[in-house]
RNA sequence: GGGCGAGUGGCGGAAUGGCAGACGCGCACGGUUCAGGUCCGUGUGUCCGAAAGGACGUGGGGGUUCAACUCCCCCCUCGCCCACCA
């Protein structure tokens, strides 16, 4: 239902009416696009390929504010190169499994896809309305079980590959929607969703060995810098947290222990060595006389939140275990403490203390008064008198063999010392951990193995895929700490593939983020049915040369489709070794200051702008409002300026398709076309939306004067259709309006939309005069009207000459006179 | 605590070493209109001035340059990311 606030009623069909209803043109034109069927990929034959893709959206409600600004731009961009004669790759999908609707579906007493594939259909149809050059016929759900047959079919060639992987470790879980999280969605030891405080359980989950690919993850992100944002590869970078150094074994009683360290070269500094305390490390360690207290301190430990553990400002706690290290270099004998400070997670668990030079280390030892040894002089004051540890360069002392190395020497020296006797070598640790990807939770990809008594895991085989979701709905789907699916025996019962024996299914379903990281290789064949993507599909048009999307995927989703990519080249099915050439991150669309929220009432709703302004106005605003990558907020937007500047633009349209046929030109109008049409498509193509708006602005305020001043019905009406082509871009409905005013039978399949960009002649963009400004003193104080042409010392005499020239110098001497013909002359004085 | 980015009229923004404020919103005045809205025109950084004209002006301070919103250094403020990663 749309609301009109402020139009009238118009009649629908006005082609020489200068009148503008922005309902009245949608409901004209949507229809007719359907038919002529304009955006379908492959319809231009021949023409080279260009894929552009949005991030598809999960189906929770229909389309907001956000998905107005993301769309919106990314419609921009594919339409332009529509227009520009590639043959383009625009689809949509849904990423339709997920949290939400299993929440839903509790509430309600559903099925989760009654909900989802509702959802699906208004936004769908709200996605028609906004005109979005989607090509339909590609559209896909990841819940459907023709696409999650195939995300089934690459976990199983993951698992023979290795990559996919069970273990057992402590792991974060949230307690509110009962299920484990991945590292990634952990965001402050808060659950991303929900914002429950994470905890830590002991569970056996499904893992993807992504860790396996860290190198390649970074070292690839060459490629794409400049043509990702440069704080998404950095984002990247720090998450997969590289670190190079050495792996140091010392020994404790009579087992090696390893630890690892970046600073190698600071062996002779380390007066104490400390075990994470949740390790089974530490527990495996401890003497006899010290249990008691190391198992009172483990308690205090694991009763501490993720939050309250992550606080720096926390001072720095522990328990001696009662036995000593050896330092390989230096035979010392080192006390040995279980702390909470140490990570259990990274590197091995057990570090060796170099208090002098290492904070967290220097923190310790004052706290438990261990020695301090400074074994790097740096020149700064004695960590041990000031607190502060020391981390830069400098000379080493106290070192025995090192003495006297700087840094790197000392480092590469100790390094080969240890190597030469057994006892470490250079190692790399990352940041990354491997990906956890199975949930407690019904509504997603169920993992297609079975467990067998005597086979242990048996993968489903490839021809009895998919496995299907069962009918499960309401109170069934309740979380109770185990997936619901464990709870449908009828479901979990099966033979095994391999000794036909009785069997049960893997309960677990895959991270939602495992469906969304091939998506975009389905779309290329998304009714293939030999395999996930039929290889010459893709060949033609991955990678996607524009991907555009938040930046609120710039760890989780991008890092984890770059992977996929990787194993599916490695496997031999896919050229490309990234899967977005191309990434532009929109920003978001606030409200007063702060994110729009329904809780808050912090909300404007899309339905409600698109009934006032219509789609042409509100997508316009979006655009208009600022660069594409900065948010917008809302109440800085006049979506009424939008509709006044559509409906002149429609107004001058009528006037000049009104013209009587004439071959007359106008110089004046065929320059501001050239140069608005030159502009505007740099301006489109560096995606410098809200300028290139700007420039149709201009152009068509020069085109409304020409139109006044009676100029050339030619100039004006090539201009006029100039204007409609490239507006088509960002007002599809008003350009195609305008170009059926302008006397095209649109009906008749003459689109705006299926006319190519209009190209600037150069002639025309060469000017007769340019205006050189003269300044003295570097203020600028004459303009002067000067051939382009012009020699710099015609340019210098007419400068000089200049009264105001003249007057602004005074008596003072001209000391030099800079020339920049024809543009600039700077007159110095003394 | 560390890293990255940003700061320009009343507002959104434009200008990436060479005319600061394009384009638009808002506002003011005038025209059109029975009226309101629409529409059309003019003006609109600040200060002095009737005007002509002038001075100042891109968070603050310094520097490089004939010339700095733009490049360099320091500081302030805001935003984002990471946060005991050895």
């Known amino acids: 239902m749309r609301e009109r606030t402020t139009m009238t009623e118009a009649p629908a069909a006005a082609a020489a009416d200068d009148r503008y209803d922005p309902h009245a043109v949608q409901d004209r034109w949507l229809p007719v696009w359907d038919r002529l069927d304009l955006f379908r990929a492959g319809r231009r034959e021949g023409a080279p390929k260009k894929y552009v893709l949005d991030m598809f959206p999960y189906p929770s409600g229909d389309l907001h504010m956000g998905h107005a600004e993301a769309f919106g731009i990314g419609d921009v961009v594919a339409r332009y190169w529509m227009r520009r004669g590639f043959d383009v790759l625009h689809p949509i999908g849904w990423d339709s499994f997920g949290l939400p609707a299993e929440n839903a579906?509790?509430?309600?007493?559903?099925h989760p896809a009654t909900w989802t594939y509702a959802n699906i259909e208004t936004q769908a149809e709200s996605f028609r309305r906004y005109a979005v050059s989607f090509d339909w016929s590609r559209r896909l759900h990841t819940s459907d079980p023709e696409y999650y047959r195939w995300t089934q079919w690459l976990f199983l060639r993951f698992l023979e590959r290795g990559l996919a992987y069970r273990k057992s470790s402590a792991v974060n879980w949230c307690p509110v929607d009962q299920t484990v999280l991945a590292n990634e969605q952990v965001v402050g030891g808060r659950c991303e969703r929900c914002g429950a405080e994470v905890t830590k359980r002991e569970l056996t989950q499904w893992y993807f060995r992504i860790t396996d690919y860290a190198d390649r993850l970074l070292d690839d992100m060459a490629q794409l810098e400049g043509r990702w944002p440069d704080r998404v590869l950095l984002m990247q970078k720090n998450w997969i947290g590289r670190s190079t150094g050495a792996t140091v074994r010392f020994r404790v009683g009579d087992r090696e222990v390893p630890v690892f360290t970046t600073r190698p070269d600071t062996l002779y500094g380390a007066t104490f060595f400390v075990v994470a305390a949740d390790a089974a490390l530490a527990d495996e360690l401890c003497a006899p006389e010290q249990r008691p207290a190391f198992e009172e301190y483990r308690e205090q430990v694991r009763k501490l939140s993720e939050i309250e553990r992550q606080s720096t400002e926390r001072p720095k706690t522990g328990v001696p275990l009662g036995v000593t290290a050896t330092n390989p270099l230096t035979g010392e004998e080192l006390p040995v403490y279980?702390?909470?400070?140490?990570?259990?997670?990274?590197?091995?668990?057990?570090?060796?203390?170099?208090?002098?030079?290492?904070?967290?280390?220097?923190?310790?030892a004052r706290a438990f008064g261990l020695p301090v040894r400074v074994v790097v002089d740096t020149g700064e004051a004695d960590p041990a008198e000031t607190g502060v540890a020391t981390s830069g360069d400098g000379v080493l002392v106290?070192?025995?063999?090192?003495?006297?190395?700087?840094?790197?020497?000392?480092?590469?020296?100790a390094v080969a010392v240890l190597a030469e006797r057994g006892t470490g070598e250079a190692t790399v640790n990352y940041r990354l951990r491997d990906w956890l990807l199975s949930r407690q939770r019904f509504w997603g990809c169920p993992i297609p193995v079975v467990h067998c008594p005597s086979c242990g895991e048996v993968p489903v085989p490839d021809d009895q895929l998919p496995v299907r979701l069962p009918d499960m709905r309401g109170a069934d789907l309740q979380p109770k700490g185990q997936s619901p699916l464990a709870s449908n025996a009828e479901w979990v019962r099966t033979s095994c593939p391999s000794c036909g024996g009785d069997a049960e299914r893997d309960t677990d379903t895959m991270d939602t983020f495992v469906d969304s990281s091939w998506y975009f290789l389905r779309y290329c064949s998304p009714d293939y049915e030999d395999g996930p993507f039929d290889p010459e599909a893709v060949r033609q048009w991955m990678p996607v040369a524009q991907y555009v999307g938040g930046v609120e995927h710039a760890i989780l989703h991008l890092l984890y489709a770059r992977f996929f990519t990787k194993v599916l080249h490695d496997m031999g099915m896919l050229d490309a070794v990234e899967p977005f050439a191309a990434l532009l991150?929109?920003?978001q669309v606030i409200l007063n200051g702060s994110a729009m929220s329904k809780s808050t009432g912090n909300l404007v709703e899309l339905g409600k702008e698109l009934g006032a302004y219509g789609v042409d106005a509100v997508r316009l605003s979006m655009v208009f409002a600022g660069p594409p990558e900065d948010d917008i907020d809302w109440a800085d937007v006049s979506p009424t300026g939008s509709v006044k500047y559509l409906s002149r633009v429609a107004r001058l349209a009528a006037d000049v398709g009104a013209l009587p046929p004439s071959d007359e030109r106008s110089e004046e109008v065929d320059r501001a076309v050239a140069r608005a049409v030159d502009e505007a498509t740099r301006l489109t193509e560096s995606h410098r939306l809200n300028v290139a708006v700007a420039r149709f602005m201009e152009l068509t305020s020069a085109l409304r004067k020409g139109v006044d001043a009676g100029a050339g019905a030619a100039s004006l009406r090539d201009g006029a259709e100039a204007l409609a082509v490239m507006l088509s871009c960002y007002a599809p409905y008003t350009a195609e309006e305008a170009w059926a005013r302008l006397g095209h039978d649109v009906e008749a399949g003459d689109s705006v939309h299926?006319?190519?960009?209009?190209?600037?002649?150069p002639?025309?963009?060469?000017?007769?005069?340019?205006?050189c400004v003269v300044q003295?003193?570097?203020?600028?104080?004459?303009?002067?009207?000067v051939p382009p042409g012009i020699g710099e010392d015609a340019l210098r005499e007419q400068a000089l000459a200049s009264d105001a020239v003249r007057r602004a110098l005074g008596d003072r001497e001209v000391r030099t006179v800079v020339v920049r013909a024809p543009k600039l002359v700077n007159v110095v004085p003394a």
């Open 763 to 771: 002639a025309l963009l060469v000017e007769d005069t340019v205006t």
């Open 398 to 413: 106290n070192s025995g063999p090192l003495d006297g190395l700087r840094k790197d020497e000392a480092i590469a020296r």
């Open 776 to 785: 003295v003193g570097g203020k600028v104080r004459d303009r002067l009207e």
């Open 338 to 364: 279980a702390a909470d400070y140490v990570l259990a997670e990274y590197g091995t668990g057990a570090i060796m203390a170099v208090p002098a030079h290492d904070q967290r280390d220097l923190d310790f």
């Open 105 to 110: 579906a509790i509430k309600r007493g559903e």
């Open 754 to 761: 299926d006319t190519a960009w209009p190209v600037a002649d």
């Open 585 to 587: 991150n929109q920003g």
